[in-house]
């Protein structure tokens, strides 16, 4: 394909400008060789039209492309679509890799820990302090089950590969031969791009999707974790502070096969297999890492002594695996580690093998403590006996691994809507106690008081000899399910139980009655091995919120079983539908304050608030730069702790590449030590905060209505489904989750559509309303209120204000009304039109209150290399988009679908979804 457009890039872009030349040209040749020339100039007139059209207008242009479209052959049409989604999927590999070569530039790459740790110096913050932040330190991301990921994993494992070879050939000392080997390399991966089907033809199941999680957490075993312990390690020593082997800054977290809110494919069975899954994948990963470690610890007898308790466990070991003992004595008899090593390793395959079932019972590790606690001896021994640099070397890295990852790899969370646990209750209390109207009907004080009651009650509402509801039956098969798996793989392996929906207390204590017909919580014994967490989504739950988790934690019994836990509250906040709710300003603003109320309660009863974010990949769904997210939360709620949902194409962009994990995560622990110390208090006075802050409220309630005002008009169902290709998004096998939940007469209806088809919709079409609908008219109004001043001053000098129209000003540089245009011209009733005639007006009126808050005469002026990134994206974009209305036109203006049609169409949506580095 021609490459042309990428000339617009400074020198400084050369080399990234280079690979992305060389991809495209080799994308041209393979097209030419395979599809022929009349498909090569086939595309090339769609590129060069729709980008003479976005540079200036031409009437008669467009209904000239217009009428080529419509004309040509599916199977054309297909492999156009098929043209530009490669490019893009060469071009972002191209730019991921030059994001790590950029950080790898001599005297350019600093780590990200360093310089936080420079900040901190500067401060003068006492290396008490910067201790006790780091002794609580955990930063989990957590790898969500409903990705809006497009691309297969035969696509990225092909994408991966590319990024290697480009690693490679950005050797400076390559020899011209090995040039050329390596673009031989390069051409053979794109061609097998080019057939390779990047549609899956059925929806993955939930384990497909727990092994598409494990292939990057394989990555971070190997690479990341290790690499950001050490750098961290670094740092805390140059202010004289040592941790334990265990301790790490990161954990993980995973939602696939514990998420069944709205997911009928997801039941206990399920949770139990992905469980087992996980516990199988980590003892293969952590066994090689043995081996590799007994290659290394070859200390011998003969010149150095172990300790007493390193050689007592040898010889319990011996007791145990005699055929070890047997095989390798005479081989390792003055080489202890080594055979202690022996030992672990055999352990572990033992563990593989019952997992596989092709043992029952072998000595083997069933948790991570024993395991740890192995390893712990051979590092106690190396320490005492004068190997202190092998003692903070290869075992120390791979204790903190295994500390990162547990034995099921991630800690698994539960989430079901409060409607489920509550209705399952309300079936339990019936069965055993008669209440007129049920207990449904009681008030919502009526059943937390009885809730609290059967907490303490040593009463069991289920019996196996009883027969209740499908649902119910699902629900206590469930808790029975996490107790079996903590008793298996310990305590860690699920620990927070997430209710979705949550309106008030009695949500939260229903789930605690049904945990503890499990024995997962019992008040009066002081166990409570699993925590419920609310999750707070709409706009009115966020103001609430604060007050339920008062007068939750006002519970003796909650504080009881809180303080159990170890003093940690967790309490989940939703992005998505809160977006979709009262759009972005709203929901942006209702979350920070939300923070803010929930941080002063957690001091009010003496506990420690982690918050959960629950972020999507777009603006629309609480996306952007995490490091500059979690800088701009609120003073005093980050303390060390936070969770982030990782999702879609999210993960495959910050994982894909292990140096690019890494990175990531560095980015993130550092910014959570940075927000802990430097944000513990506010930097501005009370009297500058209350001024923000009455600002902010002023603006979020004009934006509020305007919002509201859209997706409230007459119409306005069918034009968002009729303008994007949301209904054909059920279609494309994505995720095993539906992509709406089932409304009870079967009519079209915003509310019963998921947050991430929500935004898709919004992005495919360009159109992209949750990102900005209602800031322009907000910032004008409080402009024209005589504002402005306090604007420019909250853009200048307050994190949350500058980081959310950082974000919107990134939305808007996505938007194409030009494009959009083309879907509602063609797609939507002429009668519905004024609705796009207002999307555009807003959108107009954003960019032009963005313009005056950020003193550019254009958006992204002050960020030029990115400016002209998403420039040049927008030619190879915009012909997808053509391509894209064509074919829904086409699928719409029959009953009958056209296999043929709708395959074009998905693979138009995937090279969207490609082109604009969103989905959803």
């Given at each position: 394909?021609?490459?042309?457009?990428?000339?617009?890039?400074?020198?400084?872009?050369?080399?990234?400008?280079?690979?992305?030349?060389?991809?495209?040209?080799?994308?041209?040749?393979?097209?030419?060789?395979?599809?022929?020339?009349?498909?090569?100039?086939?595309?090339?007139?769609?590129?060069?039209?729709?980008?003479?059209?976005?540079?200036?207008?031409?009437?008669?242009?467009?209904?000239?492309?217009?009428?080529?479209?419509?004309?040509?052959?599916?199977?054309?049409?297909?492999?156009?679509?098929?043209?530009?989604?490669?490019?893009?999927?060469?071009?972002?590999?191209?730019?991921?890799?030059?994001?790590?070569?950029?950080?790898?530039?001599?005297?350019?790459?600093?780590?990200?820990?360093?310089?936080?740790?420079?900040?901190?110096?500067?401060?003068?913050?006492?290396?008490?302090?910067?201790?006790?932040?780091?002794?609580?330190?955990?930063?989990?991301?957590?790898?969500?089950?409903?990705?809006?990921?497009?691309?297969?994993?035969?696509?990225?494992?092909?994408?991966?590969?590319?990024?290697?070879?480009?690693?490679?050939?950005?050797?400076?000392?390559?020899?011209?031969?090995?040039?050329?080997?390596?673009?031989?390399?390069?051409?053979?991966?794109?061609?097998?791009?080019?057939?390779?089907?990047?549609?899956?033809?059925?929806?993955?199941?939930?384990?497909?999707?727990?092994?598409?999680?494990?292939?990057?957490m394989e990555d971070m075993f190997t690479f990341a974790i290790a690499e950001v312990e050490e750098a961290l390690d670094d740092q805390l020593e140059t202010f004289g502070i040592t941790r334990e082997p265990t301790a790490r800054s990161m954990r993980f977290g995973t939602w696939v096969g514990g998420d069944r809110d709205g997911n009928p494919n997801v039941t206990h069975d399920l949770t139990r297999k992905i469980l087992d899954l996980q516990h199988e994948r980590a003892l293969?990963?952590?066994?090689?890492?043995?081996?590799?470690?007994?290659?290394?610890?070859?200390?011998?007898?003969?010149?150095?002594?172990?300790?007493?308790?390193?050689?007592?466990?040898?010889?319990?070991?011996?007791?145990?695996?005699?055929?070890?003992?047997?095989?390798?004595?005479?081989?390792?008899?003055?080489?202890?580690?080594?055979?202690?090593?022996?030992?672990?390793?055999?352990?572990?395959?033992?563990?593989?093998?019952?997992?596989?079932?092709?043992?029952?019972?072998?000595?083997?590790?069933?948790?991570?403590?024993?395991?740890?606690?192995?390893?712990?001896?051979?590092?106690?021994?190396?320490?005492?006996?004068?190997?202190?640099?092998?003692?903070?070397?290869?075992?120390?890295?791979?204790?903190?691994?295994?500390?990162?990852?547990?034995?099921?790899?991630?800690?698994?969370?539960?989430?079901?809507?409060?409607?489920?646990?509550?209705?399952?209750?309300?079936?339990?209390?019936?069965?055993?106690?008669?209440?007129?109207?049920?207990?449904?009907?009681?008030?919502?004080?009526?059943?937390?008081?009885?809730?609290?009651?059967?907490?303490?009650?040593?009463?069991?509402?289920?019996?196996?000899?009883?027969?209740?509801?499908?649902?119910?039956?699902?629900?206590?098969?469930?808790?029975?399910?996490?107790?079996?798996?903590?008793?298996?793989?310990?305590?860690?392996?699920?620990?927070?139980?997430?209710?979705?929906?949550?309106?008030?207390?009695?949500?939260?204590?229903?789930?605690?009655?049904?945990?503890?017909?499990?024995?997962?919580?019992?008040?009066?014994?002081?166990?409570?091995?699993?925590?419920?967490?609310?999750?707070?989504?709409?706009?009115?739950?966020?103001?609430?919120?604060?007050?339920?988790?008062?007068?939750?934690?006002?519970?003796?019994?909650?504080?009881?079983?809180?303080?159990?836990?170890?003093?940690?509250?967790?309490?989940?906040?939703?992005?998505?539908?809160?977006?979709?709710?009262?759009?972005?300003?709203?929901?942006?603003?209702?979350?920070?304050?939300?923070?803010?109320?929930?941080?002063?309660?957690?001091?009010?009863?003496?506990?420690?608030?982690?918050?959960?974010?629950?972020?999507?990949?777009?603006?629309?769904?609480?996306?952007?730069?995490?490091?500059?997210?979690?800088?701009?939360?609120?003073?005093?709620?980050?303390?060390?702790?936070?969770?982030?949902?990782?999702?879609?194409?999210?993960?495959?962009?910050?994982?894909?590449l292990p140096e690019l994990a890494r990175n990531h995560l560095e980015l993130s622990v550092a910014a959570v030590i940075e927000a802990s110390l430097l944000h513990a208090e506010p930097h501005h006075s009370d009297e500058k905060l209350e001024e923000w802050f009455k600002a902010m409220d002023w603006i979020s309630d004009k934006a509020y209505a305007k919002y509201r005002s859209l997706i409230e008009t007459d119409g306005f169902v069918d034009y968002f489904m009729d303008s994007?290709?949301?209904?054909?998004?059920?279609?494309?096998?994505?995720?095993?989750?539906?992509?709406?939940?089932?409304?009870?007469?079967?009519?079209?209806?915003?509310?019963?559509?998921?947050?991430?088809?929500?935004?898709?919709?919004?992005?495919?079409?360009?159109?992209?309303?949750?990102?900005?609908?209602?800031?322009?008219?907000?910032?004008?109004?409080?402009?024209?209120?005589?504002?402005?001043?306090?604007?420019?001053?909250?853009?200048?000098?307050?994190?949350?204000?500058?980081?959310?129209?950082?974000?919107?000003?990134?939305?808007?540089?996505?938007?194409?009304?030009?494009?959009?245009?083309?879907?509602?011209?063609?797609?939507?009733?002429?009668?519905?039109?004024?609705?796009?005639?207002?999307?555009?007006?807003?959108?107009?009126?954003?960019?032009?209150?963005?313009?005056?808050?950020?003193?550019?005469?254009?958006?992204?002026?002050?960020?030029?290399?990115?400016?002209?990134?998403?420039?040049?994206?927008?030619?190879?974009?915009?012909?997808?988009?053509?391509?894209?209305?064509?074919?829904?036109?086409?699928?719409?203006?029959?009953?009958?679908?056209?296999?043929?049609?709708?395959?074009?169409?998905?693979?138009?949506?995937?090279?969207?979804?490609?082109?604009?580095?969103?989905?959803?």
């Amino acid at each position: 394909m021609s490459t042309q457009d990428i000339t617009q890039f400074d020198s400084e872009d050369a080399d990234l400008r280079a690979d992305i030349r060389r991809m495209g040209d080799m994308l041209g040749e393979t097209l030419r060789s395979l599809w022929g020339e009349e498909l090569y100039e086939l595309v090339e007139y769609v590129r060069s039209s729709t980008r003479t059209l976005r540079e200036s207008p031409n009437p008669e242009l467009r209904e000239e492309l217009i009428k080529k479209l419509d004309e040509t052959e599916l199977w054309h049409v297909i492999r156009t679509v098929r043209a530009f989604t490669s490019y893009f999927h060469l071009a972002n590999v191209a730019e991921q890799h030059h994001r790590i070569e950029f950080k790898g530039v001599a005297g350019a790459r600093r780590e990200w820990l360093e310089e936080a740790f420079d900040r901190i110096r500067e401060a003068n913050v006492p290396a008490e302090e910067i201790g006790d932040v780091v002794n609580r330190l955990e930063v989990r991301p957590v790898y969500t089950a409903h990705p809006t990921e497009a691309a297969r994993r035969s696509i990225l494992n092909k994408l991966r590969r590319t990024g290697e070879l480009l690693n490679e050939r950005s050797n400076p000392r390559l020899l011209e031969s090995e040039t050329r080997r390596i673009d031989r390399r390069l051409s053979e991966v794109v061609e097998e791009i080019l057939q390779t089907d990047e549609l899956r033809h059925t929806r993955p199941e939930p384990a497909a999707e727990a092994r598409n999680i494990m292939y990057y957490m394989e990555d971070m075993f190997t690479f990341a974790i290790a690499e950001v312990e050490e750098a961290l390690d670094d740092q805390l020593e140059t202010f004289g502070i040592t941790r334990e082997p265990t301790a790490r800054s990161m954990r993980f977290g995973t939602w696939v096969g514990g998420d069944r809110d709205g997911n009928p494919n997801v039941t206990h069975d399920l949770t139990r297999k992905i469980l087992d899954l996980q516990h199988e994948r980590a003892l293969k990963m952590f066994a090689p890492a043995v081996a590799r470690l007994a290659q290394t610890l070859s200390q011998s007898t003969r010149i150095v002594e172990i300790t007493k308790e390193l050689e007592d466990s040898l010889q319990k070991d011996r007791a145990e695996l005699p055929s070890v003992w047997d095989e390798f004595w005479n081989l390792d008899e003055d080489e202890p580690y080594r055979l202690k090593c022996a030992f672990i390793y055999e352990r572990l395959l033992n563990g593989i093998a019952v997992a596989e079932g092709s043992a029952k019972s072998k000595p083997r590790y069933a948790n991570v403590q024993p395991l740890l606690a192995d390893l712990q001896l051979m590092l106690d021994s190396l320490e005492a006996n004068e190997s202190g640099a092998s003692a903070n070397g290869e075992i120390r890295r791979l204790m903190q691994r295994i500390s990162a990852f547990g034995m099921t790899l991630a800690t698994m969370d539960i989430r079901q809507h409060a409607d489920v646990t509550g209705g399952a209750v309300n079936e339990l209390i019936d069965r055993v106690d008669s209440i007129e109207g049920g207990f449904g009907s009681l008030s919502m004080d009526e059943r937390s008081e009885r809730l609290v009651k059967e907490l303490n009650s040593k009463r069991v509402l289920s019996s196996r000899a009883i027969t209740f509801s499908p649902a119910t039956t699902e629900i206590l098969d469930l808790v029975e399910t996490v107790r079996q798996a903590q008793d298996e793989y310990g305590q860690p392996v699920i620990e927070s139980w997430i209710v979705a929906m949550t309106r008030d207390i009695d949500d939260l204590l229903a789930v605690l009655v049904l945990a503890k017909e499990a024995g997962l919580v019992v008040p009066e014994e002081g166990i409570a091995r699993i925590s419920v967490v609310p999750l707070f989504e709409e706009i009115e739950d966020l103001r609430r919120s604060h007050e339920v988790m008062d007068r939750f934690l006002s519970i003796p019994e909650i504080k009881s079983l809180v303080t159990t836990a170890g003093g940690v509250v967790e309490v989940m906040l939703g992005y998505s539908d809160s977006n979709k709710d009262g759009g972005i300003t709203t929901s942006q603003w209702e979350l920070y304050k939300a923070q803010r109320e929930l941080r002063t309660i957690g001091q009010k009863h003496g506990v420690s608030m982690r918050l959960f974010h629950g972020r999507g990949g777009t603006v629309g769904r609480g996306g952007g730069p995490t490091s500059d997210a979690i800088m701009a939360q609120p003073y005093a709620t980050v303390d060390g702790r936070i969770k982030i949902t990782e999702q879609g194409e999210v993960i495959s962009d910050k994982y894909g590449l292990p140096e690019l994990a890494r990175n990531h995560l560095e980015l993130s622990v550092a910014a959570v030590i940075e927000a802990s110390l430097l944000h513990a208090e506010p930097h501005h006075s009370d009297e500058k905060l209350e001024e923000w802050f009455k600002a902010m409220d002023w603006i979020s309630d004009k934006a509020y209505a305007k919002y509201r005002s859209l997706i409230e008009t007459d119409g306005f169902v069918d034009y968002f489904m009729d303008s994007t290709p949301v209904e054909e998004l059920a279609g494309m096998n994505i995720g095993s989750r539906p992509s709406r939940r089932a409304s009870a007469d079967g009519s079209r209806s915003i509310d019963d559509l998921r947050a991430i088809p929500w935004v898709f919709g919004w992005m495919q079409s360009r159109q992209i309303v949750p990102g900005y609908f209602g800031v322009g008219h907000a910032l004008r109004e409080a402009r024209e209120a005589g504002m402005e001043d306090v604007l420019s001053e909250m853009f200048n000098e307050w994190a949350f204000f500058n980081t959310f129209i950082s974000n919107v000003e990134m939305t808007l540089v996505k938007t194409s009304m030009e494009i959009a245009g083309r879907y509602v011209d063609t797609l939507v009733d002429p009668s519905l039109h004024h609705i796009f005639e207002g999307i555009k007006e807003e959108r107009n009126r954003s960019v032009n209150e963005l313009i005056r808050i950020t003193g550019q005469e254009n958006l992204l002026d002050h960020q030029p290399v990115l400016k002209r990134t998403l420039a040049v994206r927008e030619y190879y974009v915009d012909p997808l988009n053509y391509l894209q209305v064509s074919l829904l036109a086409r699928r719409r203006s029959t009953e009958d679908n056209d296999p043929s049609v709708e395959r074009a169409l998905l693979l138009s949506i995937n090279g969207v979804a490609a082109g604009l580095k969103n989905t959803g």
